[in-house]
């Protein structure tokens, strides 16, 4: 099992930045894909970024690629995600999540097994 723990998030002015950091309990988190979601009020939940077990291949949307970067240490059980250039319609909880072990970069969210509490990421315009 693992349970991942965001923190990291806050208030940011509109082109600022924010790294996020999602911490996961479990011996197993190396084997799971995991990914960055955010869901702003009234809004579905999104995907904004997904990484593989190994951290080798990455994946993200149009909407953020170029200004949001997803990285991993296996070694410390951790999932980042940095945020450049955020932009004033950006704001949301941000969620992190652990896919399947060995899973791919575009698992479905529904298959998503373990989720955090979120985190919340304002922007000031």
């Known amino acids: 099992q693992v349970q991942p723990v965001e923190s990291g998030g806050g208030l940011v002015q509109a082109g600022g930045s924010l790294r996020l950091s999602c911490a996961a309990s479990?011996?197993?988190?190396?084997?799971?894909?995991m990914g960055w979601f955010r869901q702003a009020p009234g809004k579905e939940r999104e995907l904004v970024a997904s990484?593989?077990?190994?951290?080798?291949?990455?994946w993200y949307p149009d909407s953020v690629k170029g200004r949001f970067a997803i990285s991993r240490d296996n070694a410390k059980n951790t999932v980042y995600l940095q945020m450049n250039s955020l932009k004033p319609e950006e704001p949301a909880v941000y969620y992190c999540?652990?896919?399947?072990?060995?899973?791919?970069?575009?698992?479905?969210?529904?298959?998503?097994?373990?989720w955090g509490q979120g985190t919340q990421v304002t922007v000031s315009s």
């Open positions: 999540a652990a896919g399947v072990p060995y899973g791919d970069l575009l698992t479905p969210l529904d298959e998503y097994a373990y």
């Open positions: 990484i593989t077990w190994s951290g080798e291949n990455t």
């Open positions: 479990g011996r197993s988190f190396i084997s799971y894909n």
